[in-house]
């Protein structure tokens, strides 16, 4: 295992991220933001929901958000690396095993979103105070329990 060549391969990702940076802010908020609108006020403000779902939606938005993300941030490079830039080819050529290369992708795909439910709270917290406030504590909670 070259540790060298994996972090670059992961400096290179991140270089890639930051100058697409509009589109994956775009990706990252506008899904979660659409969920937390639609389930959290309109379905709830209608009717259709009771006010008590809107405790339930953050832990599940951040969830869905992170996966999303995930999979996403994984999967469209890669298929435009084999299909448009044929991009995979130099990657292959890099001097580390094959398999440590799916790894690296798995590795930048997680950072990702974890990134992504880290910056579904903030927002969920502008539309939603009480309910963020609540998941906070639950998770400051959870942390200090298993720490002490």
Known sequence: ?????????????????RRNF????????????????????VMVSSGYMPLAYKSLLLPGIIAISMVFTGVWSVAMPLIAEFQFTRE?????????????????KMVFGTLQSIIAGLAVIPA???????????????????????HS
Request: proline content about 4%; overall charge positive; hydrophobic content about 60%.
């Open 124 to 146: 969920a917290w502008l539309r939603h105070r009480y309910v963020a406030h609540r998941a906070f504590l639950s998770l400051w909670w959870s942390c200090s329990w298993l």
């Open 1 to 17: 295992m070259n540790w060298k060549t994996f972090l670059a391969l992961l400096a290179r990702d991140a270089h890639v991220a």
């Open 88 to 104: 995979i080819e130099d990657r292959l050529l890099a001097p580390i095993e094959i398999s440590w290369l799916a790894i690296e």
């Open 22 to 41: 509009i589109p994956l802010l775009l990706q990252t908020f506008l899904q979660p933001m659409m969920f937390v609108f639609i389930f959290g006020r």
